[in-house]
């Protein structure tokens, strides 16, 4: 099947990191979760001109340019 959440366990765990830190409040949508998420396991920086995805970067420990 071509089904995106059964083959793609990132999208799965970026929409429970938004839910679970109520990211969609904060104006980050999935596809910035995911960015988050894989920011938050691989240990990474992000550089963004976004705002939001700034903000919730900060609140996550995600340090950001």
């Known amino acids: ?5 059964s083959s793609d366990p990132l999208m799965i765990r970026a929409g429970l990191l ?4 109520k ?5 980050v949508g999935l596809i910035d979760a995911s ?15 976004d705002d939001n ?3 919730a970067a900060k ?3 995600i340090r950001t340019y």
Do not use: M, Q, T
């Open 1 to 5: 099947s071509s089904d995106v959440c």
């Open 18 to 21: 938004s839910l679970r830190h």
């Open 23 to 27: 990211l969609w409040s904060k104006g």
């Open 35 to 49: 960015i988050l998420y894989a920011a938050l396991e691989a240990g990474f920086e992000i550089w963004s001109k």
């Open 53 to 55: 995805l700034n903000k």
């Open 59 to 61: 609140s996550l420990g």
